[in-house]
């Protein structure tokens, strides 16, 4: 035994010497002192294949061993905690004789973005839900089950970026894809907007983008008429513009709404005196709307002799040039700092 224990000494001391940080002297630990499988515990255990007469003398050698070896570890463990608090606070140090560093600029949020916040805000404390869904969209939910089909002209006016080796699927042309999917996944009565990206083979100019954001909402039940739209769409108007802004509802044709409306409000640059943003008119166009198509209800499962609905519509890009008084839409996608920065 004698043998052994002289082993485990020097190896013990090799290994202990050879520990660099307190992780490493862990393991030290668990090789030697751990009470199920350490090396003194081996030991402790292999007394009792030791001859009674000689088991006291073997005890006392592997205690004066076992003391010895942790005196050493303590020592050692001493050591690495000094070490390692000295690199630490090292690290920590802080040069009060450096020059103050100038703060970095935090962003902040893109415009559209902004009165995207605003109006979510608005719908959501009127208990309207938020809905979002894909920008890669299949023909039937961008066009078909929205009152358009292949020969409709309407989409003509919706020209789109069709996906290559893939028939049938179009980047969304506005976010009135998400009626029929919303209205298949819930039952009225419903109060939901959209939000989100949409694109369209546009040629660009200074009121025209080929990626645009709209806010698209639709409300379901029974006993819903034009009279519950206009009145959620200028409580949109006033928040958006201030309390004095009025709004009016012109005739319109859009395929997934009969009737259909155009929404406008007074010019609130020119205070409806007429002015180049308003064309001379005194009014700005701002939405579209109408009661929901019985062929749109129907397409979403509804059931359009018990009730009835209103769909409306965003240009969230519009919204912000009116609001913000941003001659061209196109500084919106630009990523100009400077631009902005203004906001």
């Known amino acids: 035994m004698e043998d052994v224990i002289s082993q485990i000494k ?3 001391k090799s290994q202990l010497f050879g520990a660099q940080n307190l992780k490493e002297l862990e393991v030290v630990e668990q090789i030697y002192f751990s009470r199920k499988s350490g090396k003194i515990t081996e030991l402790m255990q292999g007394l009792k294949d030791v001859p009674d007469e000689q ?10 061993l076992k003391d010895e070896m942790l005196q050493q570890f303590e020592m050692k463990r001493s050591d690495l905690k000094k070490k390692e608090y000295k690199e630490t606070v090292e690290a920590e140090r802080i040069d009060v004789t450096q020059p103050n560093l100038p703060a970095h600029k935090s962003g902040h949020l893109h415009p559209i973005t902004i009165v995207q916040n605003q109006l979510e805000d608005l719908f959501t404390s009127m208990g309207f839900q938020i809905e979002d869904g894909p920008e890669l969209e299949s023909e039937y939910y961008n066009f078909t089950a929205l009152n358009i089909p292949e020969s409709h002209p309407a989409r003509d006016m919706q020209d789109t970026f069709y996906i290559k080796n ?4 179009v980047m969304r042309t506005h976010t009135s894809s998400m009626q029929v999917r919303t209205m298949q996944d819930n039952k009225p009565p419903m109060k939901v907007i959209m939000p989100g990206r949409c694109y369209r083979n546009e040629a660009t100019d200074a009121r025209h983008e080929h990626t645009f954001f709209q806010l698209e909402g639709f409300v379901i039940d029974e006993k819903i008429s034009l009279a519950n739209m206009k009145g959620i769409l200028e409580l949109v108007a006033k928040n958006l513009y201030g309390p004095d802004t009025r709004v009016r509802l012109r005739p319109k044709f859009y395929p997934f709404v009969e009737p259909g409306v155009n929404g406008e409000v007074a010019c609130f640059l020119c205070k409806s005196k007429g002015c180049r943003v308003c064309k001379h008119t005194g009014w700005l166009e701002i939405f579209g709307a109408g009661m929901i198509h019985p062929n749109v209800l129907e397409a979403g499962a509804i059931d359009s002799k018990k009730y009835q609905g209103f769909a409306f519509g965003f240009g969230l890009d519009r919204l912000v040039m009116l609001k913000y008084g941003v001659e061209d839409i196109r500084h919106f996608q630009g990523g100009d700092i400077r631009f902005l920065t203004q906001f």
């Open 166 to 169: 893939h028939p049938g699927w």
């Open 10 to 12: 020097e190896k013990f």
């Open 55 to 64: 088991k006291k003398a073997k005890g006392q050698l592997i205690n004066e």
